[in-house]
Antibody, heavy 120, light 107 residues
């Protein structure tokens, strides 16, 4: 059974940092791209970042570019999202998701999400 | 970035109805279009990938069609458990943009 479990969310002040983790099991982690998606309160889904199986050339949404860094540890089957210079508008539930095997870019399994609140 | 326009933004239908949600891409994306179902407090769920392919385990009342710029998600016979918000997403080029969503309510 595929499982993805996010952790690391919480309350942080504007300008602060957080590191989210997503531990996975039940699939060949090193073969699949991993994505972070977020949902702000009352808003829709927003694609944040993707890291491919080899870990090179990650891609970011313009809204987080230069502030967030995605990384992965294939030995630990874990993907991370380092979030710096956090803003109120980064408040959201953050989901990690696994890429499906066909067509690329889709997310066929998701974690339950971790809540990040940026507030003073 | 490829803009995705979904319609309608809200939809109310009765159990047993046929429901259609549309998604339009600002440029051609071939068949790189995915549909997700998102219920409150739950993780999003992939329904359709590659515009027309039903994800494993998803009921056959869900179907997808289209290519290029115009796509459709159809629920053939609406069930009470289909209450959710539905999103399209392009996976043709990064960032893989989502539509704004269609909130489906059951009458």
């Amino acid at each position: 059974e595929v499982q993805l479990v996010e952790s690391g969310g919480g309350l942080v002040q504007p300008g602060g940092s957080l590191r989210l983790s997503c531990e996975t099991s039940g699939f060949s982690f090193s073969d699949r791209a991993m994505t972070w998606v977020r949902q702000a309160p009352g808003k829709g889904l927003e694609w944040v970042s993707i890291i491919y199986s080899g870990g090179s050339s990650p891609i970011y949404a313009d809204s987080v570019k230069g502030r967030f860094t995605i990384s992965r540890d294939n030995s630990k089957k874990t993907v991370y999202l380092q979030m710096n210079s956090l803003r109120a508008e980064d408040t959201a539930i953050y989901y990690c998701a696994k890429e499906g095997p066909e067509y690329g870019g889709n997310c066929d399994s998701w974690g339950q999400g971790t809540l990040v609140t940026v507030s003073s | 970035d490829i803009q995705m326009t979904q319609s309608p933004s809200n939809l109310s239908a009765s159990v047993g109805d046929r429901v259609t949600i549309t998604c339009r891409a600002r440029q051609s994306i071939g068949k790189y279009l995915n549909w997700y179902q998102h219920k409150p407090g739950k993780a999003p769920k992939l329904l359709i990938y590659g515009a027309t392919n039903l994800q494993s385990g998803v009921p056959s009342r869900f179907s997808g069609s289209g290519s290029g710029t115009d796509f459709t998600l159809t629920i053939s016979r609406l069930q009470p458990e289909d209450l959710a918000t539905y999103y399209c997403q392009e996976s043709y080029s990064t960032p893989y943009t989502f539509g704004l969503g269609t909130k489906l309510e059951i009458k």
